[in-house]
């Protein structure tokens, strides 16, 4: 099974930025689908981003598009989340997620994916 782990999670200004990356380790031989979930304190885990390692296409939030972006660096095994223009409602754990099945690719539904890392804690002060 993947073993994802994130780091890059920092406390910022707002309308700083932030770049987390998600290492990705023992996915076998499919390379998986990755996605960036954020919990805000006290709420529902919600998809942000989301990318298919095969074509490159991105699907991104309405809350998140035009401030963040997803890439891959496939040589490395690491996905990142550039986080531009941040707010203080950006503020929560941020968690990269992979699945297996590129039927869910690109999704940001939180019960399409399999593997969870241990998130990374963002912070943005106004």
């Known amino acids: 099974q993947a073993h994802l782990v994130e780091s890059g999670g920092d406390s910022v200004q707002a309308g700083g930025s932030l770049k987390l990356s998600c290492a990705v380790s023992?996915?076998?031989?499919?390379?998986?689908?990755m996605a960036w979930f954020h919990q805000a304190p006290g709420q529902a885990r919600e998809g942000v981003a989301a990318?298919?390692?095969?074509?490159?296409?991105?699907y991104y939030s309405y809350s998140v598009k035009g401030r963040f972006t997803i890439s891959q660096d496939n040589a490395r095994n690491t996905v990142y989340l550039q986080m531009d223009s941040l707010k203080s409602e950006d503020t929560g754990m941020y968690y990269c997620?992979?699945?297996?099945?590129?039927?869910?690719?690109?999704?940001?539904?939180?019960?399409?994916?399999?593997?969870w890392g241990q998130g990374t804690q963002v912070t943005v002060s106004s």
């Open positions: 023992d996915y076998g031989l499919l390379r998986p689908c």
């Open positions: 997620a992979a699945v297996s099945s590129s039927a869910y690719c690109l999704s940001i539904r939180t019960a399409r994916y399999q593997y």
């Open positions: 990318i298919d390692p095969t074509s490159g296409r991105t």
